[in-house]
């Protein structure tokens, strides 16, 4: 990207460099200052500027860099910066960085820095800016120290002078340097508003700089929301522009900071073109499992793609038969958390019955415990698998590493799930020990309960309504509802207040692990009433009782009817 600079003043003497206040405008080719011609030929200076290749150049500094001068060097870095804008390089920049030709050109610059003019100071230190390359691999020496000080000083100061309001790619490019150097607040700002007047000229290669710029910037702006979701939708609008990786890298920016609670970075429209680019493409089992995993990390359902992975499996079973642990688990914990099974499934259920690569059980880093879980969700239960993941010796291993909370959580649900859901399972069963330890722990940590007061107040007072509960089998219940008319099969009514969390977020699909969850507890005999935390919070107070007192009325009334688990 075309960065500004500051002018210069340049002394012969060693480590002396000085910044004026004047910024130098947006860099362009015509920018570049041309030497005057001289009457004797230089045949160096003519090669290099017939080069017509970012390799071509590389290679002439190579075979030529010990008796390159100031000039040679100037006009080696002008032809690599052309090369580079317009778009001709064949290289990226990486690669550029990583040839030991050009650290032999910046090398060459740094010792040739005495001889050169004023001009051809500003040349090169502009180009190589541009190219980003020079004060990141240079040794430390005094007029790299000064540019790093000074170039974003300058650029701060001078940017609301010297910019382009008008142009988008200049300020996209000036967005990236902004959030690369970690400038202000203030300067992103002022670059971000002038972007949003400019939004129509954005094109799909300007869109992804921008989105890029925003995915480096480590805090979040509620400024970029308006630009950044115009941006997602030039790429959503122009996905097939994009190769399979390119497509994958803009997916892992948008999951990168959707998983760091940066929901503006979620896109729905754009996660479903990425869905529809592995279908429409073909793109294979393994590749469209990875979007999958990164679906399902953003909590988003896409029922074609888990029909396209599925159809793959049928038509050749060795797929699921062989795939790796980490595919596996990827493909159930899809499928589980959009609590769908597509056409197909009791096949489906066979062949990962027999994935053979289930048998590597000495991956104890692998999460079996989570896989199983996977399992259960989808009504698959697999005693070889179950009889693993409840062995002793496993669950020491398994939950001895940190932060292993969640592990716990996970043991305990298997465990309720086998228990209430499996009876026929014959195989050991986690230590009692273990499991008294998680229970005593499981929902220890709420104290807030945002149902109560509404619920005692429609049931007729407190003595009605127990709040904080656990179950035989440990299940935490938020409200146990005591002395109303319910049918005689039935016990209790138990109302559970399910966070935002537990849905996903573009259909607002109950998720599979909080929904085994109510299996069981149904299954042990209870009128379940689950309530959505997100939707409870939208409501007027003066519709909060209404609700719940209609809800526990038509489960009573339907206990049998399948879609009454979700209370909408």
């Not at 160096?44 to 001068?69: A, C, E, F, P, R």
């Not at 869109?207 to 509620?222: D, E, F, M, P």
């Not at 980490?326 to 499928?335: E, M, P, Q, R």
Request: with cysteine.
């Amino acid at each position: 990207m075309a960065y500004p600079l500051m002018r210069l003043r340049y002394y012969p003497q060693k480590g002396h460099i000085s910044n004026c206040s004047n910024l130098i405008r947006h860099l362009t080719t015509k920018d570049i200052v041309q030497h005057p011609e001289t009457h004797s030929q230089d045949f160096l200076m003519q090669h290099i500027k017939s080069t017509k290749t970012t390799s071509d150049i590389l290679q002439v500094v190579g075979n030529h860099y010990n008796i390159m001068n100031g000039k040679h060097v100037i006009q080696a870095l002008k032809s690599l910066f052309e090369l580079e804008k317009s778009e001709n390089s064949k290289f990226s920049k990486k690669q550029i960085i990583n040839n030991p030709e050009f650290l032999k050109l910046c090398k060459r610059l740094n010792s040739q820095a005495r001889g050169l003019s004023i001009n051809e100071t500003i040349d090169a230190l502009k180009i190589v800016t541009y190219i980003d390359f020079l004060l990141k691999n240079l040794d430390k020496n005094p007029l790299v120290d000064a540019l790093k000080i000074a170039l974003p000083l300058v650029f701060e100061a001078q940017l609301s002078l010297k910019m382009n309001r008008y142009d988008a790619i200049h300020l996209a490019d000036l967005l990236h340097y902004a959030t690369e150097k970690k400038m202000s607040d203030t300067s992103l700002n002022l670059i971000i508003n002038s972007l949003d007047k400019v939004i129509d000229d954005i094109d799909v290669k300007t869109a992804r700089t921008i989105v890029r710029s925003l995915y480096g910037n480590k805090t979040s702006l509620s400024s970029y929301n308006m630009l950044l979701t115009n941006c997602w939708n030039v790429l959503a609008q122009n996905i097939d522009q994009y190769s399979y990786n390119g497509m994958e890298e803009l997916l892992h920016w948008m999951e990168k900071k959707y998983c760091k609670k940066q929901t503006e970075f979620y896109h729905e429209d754009f996660v479903d073109n990425c869905a529809s680019y592995i279908v429409s493409k073909d793109c294979g089992f393994e590749n469209g499992n990875w979007i999958l995993r990164k679906l399902t990390r953003m909590c988003h359902v896409n029922l074609p793609l888990i029909d396209y992975l599925t159809d793959k499996i049928i038509n050749d079973p060795k797929i699921g038969e062989t795939c790796t642990p980490s595919l596996l688990l990827a493909y159930t914990t899809g499928v589980a958390n959009a609590d769908y099974k597509p056409a197909g499934w009791d096949r489906i259920q066979h062949i990962l019955s027999n994935n053979l690569r289930m048998s590597e059980k000495e991956l104890i880093e692998f999460p079996w415990l989570r896989l199983a879980l996977n399992f259960a969700a989808l009504d698959i239960y697999s005693p070889e698998l179950l009889q693993h993941v409840f062995q002793e010796e496993f669950l020491n291993k398994f939950l001895s590493r940190d932060y292993n909370f969640l592990d716990n959580l996970q043991l305990l649900l298997l465990y309720q799930a086998v228990l209430t859901l499996y009876p026929s399972y014959s195989g050991p069963l986690p230590p009692k020990s273990m499991i008294e330890k998680v229970i005593a722990i499981n929902g220890e940590n709420i104290n807030h309960f945002p149902l109560q007061a509404a619920l005692e107040q429609g049931m007729g007072g407190s003595s009605y309504v127990w709040t904080k509960l656990l179950t035989k089998y440990g299940h935490f219940i938020d409200h146990l509802v005591n002395d109303v008319t319910v049918p005689a099969d039935a016990q209790l009514i138990l109302v559970l207040c399910l966070p935002e969390t537990f849905f996903n977020q573009n259909c607002k699909r109950l998720r599979a692990i909080p929904s085994l969850t109510l299996k069981t507890l149904e299954s042990m005999g209870y009128i379940v009433v689950p309530v959505s935390l997100q939707l409870w919070t939208l409501l007027p107070e003066y519709e909060k009782i209404p609700y719940l007192m209609q809800n526990i009325k038509i489960r009573c009334e339907s206990m049998e009817d399948d879609q009454a688990r979700f209370v909408h």
